[in-house]
């Protein structure tokens, strides 16, 4: 017989000599080789083709091995071949089962599972379900127009300013209560793209004030959520889509402010400084440090200017306090508008703001349209609108425009006093009506429907008209009304319409 079988038999049962797969082979070839000594005793047949080369023999060459090895080794060899493949037979069975049991279908083992086991499985579920469902929505921020209407009573203006009350304030923590803003971004407007189309002074309301953002608009019912945060004098009224790019001050092309002046302050006879019951009111000119040139809108620095602190509780100046006979019909209105309508187109408005130098470009503005609109009554007392439509406003502007046309119309300025006005090198006092009578009307984006027509909505108060008519006619007139009968704040402005504190007034105007 071969050596090298001989070798190869002697190290079968030696597990340190072969690794696992050597071992297996040797095993293998092992089992074989028994095979065909035992078939070679009985038919003396060759091993078969399959078993390995090393252990390859003839039926002569495996009785010779049985003789030389001796029959009791030979089992103890063939014993261990046969304990090893056995162990490696259980393994491939135990990976068998274990695979089946990852196949078994849920239902097959829930039947396997006792009831107890099964109640808690299904709790987990259902809690599993129970807290996606209480997962917020993540909903995304969309760039939208907010229009608003708000009467200024109370407020220091529009804009937000550190410790002061104000309409950008309430409505900002509104937005953010409603869940609108997020707390990151709460308190930094530039991180929402936050814009406003005007501000609006101390104690000036608004009909149609639109705020720009990207905001949280989802779910349904944003517009009632906001309102459920707000005083009842500020309404918001809806929203629209808008352009990414879009802002309210930016693409705003004109503004409509509306002036609502009793009818008794034109009177050239009403409220002269004669009357002993009222005392004079100051000029409010306010002329003082220098602002920079973005100070164009209607600011929430500006003051009243309309008492002196000197005020009487007791003063109730209504038209019936003096009665004149002094009607405002078609040739007065008339005449309003003609005074008006010399703030119409461009012109140089440095004598009707305040802190700002001639020489500064930013006073020229121009003014599309300014005239007087038809008289109304409110709770017994007479009021006539002034409607001005322009780009855009300086400071103070608009209620200083209204107070030389007053001043005109009474007679106690020339009109001719307008070419001096607008000359950039002349200076002049000019009186500022109270901001009681003004407030924003609408803000008009023209240029912008028109470019997207085809793709969003259009910016515009078409859909809120009746909410706005009711909000004037339910808020601000009132309050303009109510307040002029208690405080006679025209009343006591008008007192302040003297030669004596604008000695303007009476100086010719230079030759041409």
């Given at each position: 017989?071969?050596?090298?079988?001989?070798?190869?038999?002697?190290?079968?049962?030696?597990?340190?000599?072969?690794?696992?797969?050597?071992?297996?082979?040797?095993?293998?070839?092992?089992?074989?080789?028994?095979?065909?000594?035992?078939?070679?005793?009985?038919?003396?047949?060759?091993?078969?083709?399959?078993?390995?080369?090393?252990?390859?023999?003839?039926?002569?060459?495996?009785?010779?091995?049985?003789?030389?090895?001796?029959?009791?080794?030979?089992?103890?060899?063939?014993?261990?071949?046969?304990?090893?493949?056995?162990?490696?037979?259980?393994?491939?069975?135990?990976?068998?089962?274990?695979?089946?049991?990852?196949?078994?279908?849920?239902?097959?083992?829930?039947?396997?599972?006792?009831?107890?086991?099964?109640?808690?499985?299904?709790?987990?579920?259902?809690?599993?379900?129970?807290?996606?469902?209480?997962?917020?929505?993540?909903?995304?921020?969309?760039?939208?127009?907010?229009?608003?209407?708000?009467?200024?009573?109370?407020?220091?203006?529009?804009?937000?300013?550190?410790?002061?009350?104000?309409?950008?304030?309430?409505?900002?923590?509104?937005?953010?209560?409603?869940?609108?803003?997020?707390?990151?971004?709460?308190?930094?407007?530039?991180?929402?793209?936050?814009?406003?189309?005007?501000?609006?002074?101390?104690?000036?309301?608004?009909?149609?004030?639109?705020?720009?953002?990207?905001?949280?608009?989802?779910?349904?019912?944003?517009?009632?959520?906001?309102?459920?945060?707000?005083?009842?004098?500020?309404?918001?009224?809806?929203?629209?889509?808008?352009?990414?790019?879009?802002?309210?001050?930016?693409?705003?092309?004109?503004?409509?402010?509306?002036?609502?002046?009793?009818?008794?302050?034109?009177?050239?006879?009403?409220?002269?400084?004669?009357?002993?019951?009222?005392?004079?009111?100051?000029?409010?000119?306010?002329?003082?440090?220098?602002?920079?040139?973005?100070?164009?809108?209607?600011?929430?620095?500006?003051?009243?200017?309309?008492?002196?602190?000197?005020?009487?509780?007791?003063?109730?100046?209504?038209?019936?306090?003096?009665?004149?006979?002094?009607?405002?019909?078609?040739?007065?209105?008339?005449?309003?508008?003609?005074?008006?309508?010399?703030?119409?187109?461009?012109?140089?408005?440095?004598?009707?703001t305040c802190r700002v130098k001639p020489e500064d470009p930013s006073t020229q503005r121009y003014i599309t349209s300014y005239e007087a609109g038809e008289v109304f009554t409110i709770q017994g007392c007479k009021f006539v609108r002034c409607t001005v439509i322009g780009q855009s406003f300086m400071l103070h502007q608009i209620r200083k425009m209204i107070g030389l046309?007053?001043?005109?119309?009474?007679?106690?300025?020339?009109?001719?006093?307008?070419?001096?006005?607008?000359?950039?090198?002349?200076?002049?006092?000019?009186?500022?009506?109270?901001?009681?009578?003004?407030?924003?009307?609408?803000?008009?984006?023209?240029?912008?429907?028109?470019?997207?027509?085809?793709?969003?909505?259009?910016?515009?108060?078409?859909?809120?008209?009746?909410?706005?008519?009711?909000?004037?006619?339910?808020?601000?007139?009132?309050?303009?009304?109510?307040?002029?009968?208690?405080?006679?704040?025209?009343?006591?402005?008008?007192?302040?319409?003297?030669?004596?504190?604008?000695?303007?007034?009476?100086?010719?105007?230079?030759?041409?």
């Amino acid at each position: 017989m071969d050596s090298s079988a001989v070798d190869g038999i002697a190290t079968i049962s030696s597990e340190e000599s072969f690794p696992a797969v050597g071992r297996e082979a040797i095993a293998e070839g092992m089992e074989l080789k028994v095979r065909n000594i035992e078939e070679g005793q009985q038919q003396g047949d060759s091993t078969p083709a399959d078993a390995p080369n090393s252990l390859r023999g003839t039926g002569e060459e495996s009785v010779d091995l049985q003789k030389e090895i001796g029959s009791g080794e030979l089992e103890e060899i063939v014993a261990v071949a046969k304990e090893e493949t056995l162990g490696k037979e259980e393994e491939i069975e135990k990976e068998k089962a274990g695979l089946k049991r990852k196949k078994i279908d849920e239902d097959d083992l829930a039947a396997f599972v006792p009831d107890g086991v099964q109640a808690s499985q299904g709790a987990s579920q259902d809690t599993r379900e129970t807290r996606d469902a209480k997962k917020p929505a993540r909903y995304k921020k969309r760039k939208i127009a907010i229009f608003v209407s708000y009467s200024g009573y109370g407020y220091q203006g529009m804009q937000r300013n550190k410790g002061c009350k104000t309409i950008e304030g309430d409505l900002e923590e509104a937005l953010f209560k409603a869940g609108a803003i997020a707390e990151s971004t709460f308190g930094d407007p530039r991180k929402i793209d936050w814009a406003r189309a005007a501000r609006t002074d101390k104690g000036v309301s608004a009909a149609g004030q639109v705020v720009s953002g990207r905001f949280f608009v989802d779910p349904p019912g944003f517009v009632e959520r906001v309102n459920s945060h707000l005083p009842k004098q500020i309404r918001v009224l809806g929203f629209t889509r808008v352009t990414g790019t879009f802002s309210a001050k930016n693409l705003c092309d004109r503004r409509r402010y509306e002036y609502v002046l009793p009818v008794f302050a034109l009177d050239p006879a009403s409220h002269r400084v004669e009357s002993p019951t009222i005392e004079a009111a100051n000029p409010g000119d306010n002329l003082g440090e220098a602002i920079t040139s973005e100070d164009v809108e209607e600011d929430t620095t500006s003051t009243t200017g309309t008492t002196t602190g000197r005020f009487t509780p007791t003063c109730t100046c209504t038209s019936s306090d003096l009665e004149t006979g002094f009607t405002f019909g078609d040739e007065e209105r008339a005449k309003l508008t003609k005074i008006l309508q010399n703030y119409v187109g461009t012109r140089y408005f440095h004598n009707f703001t305040c802190r700002v130098k001639p020489e500064d470009p930013s006073t020229q503005r121009y003014i599309t349209s300014y005239e007087a609109g038809e008289v109304f009554t409110i709770q017994g007392c007479k009021f006539v609108r002034c409607t001005v439509i322009g780009q855009s406003f300086m400071l103070h502007q608009i209620r200083k425009m209204i107070g030389l046309a007053v001043a005109v119309m009474r007679g106690d300025a020339p009109e001719t006093i307008f070419e001096r006005a607008f000359r950039r090198d002349t200076k002049i006092g000019v009186p500022m009506a109270p901001e009681l009578g003004l407030f924003l009307d609408e803000c008009l984006y023209t240029a912008y429907n028109q470019r997207f027509a085809g793709s969003h909505e259009e910016v515009s108060l078409k859909s809120f008209e009746k909410e706005i008519a009711e909000f004037k006619t339910e808020v601000i007139y009132p309050h303009i009304a109510s307040t002029e009968a208690k405080d006679g704040v025209f009343a006591r402005w008008l007192h302040g319409l003297t030669k004596e504190r604008y000695p303007d007034f009476a100086a010719q105007a230079p030759p041409s």
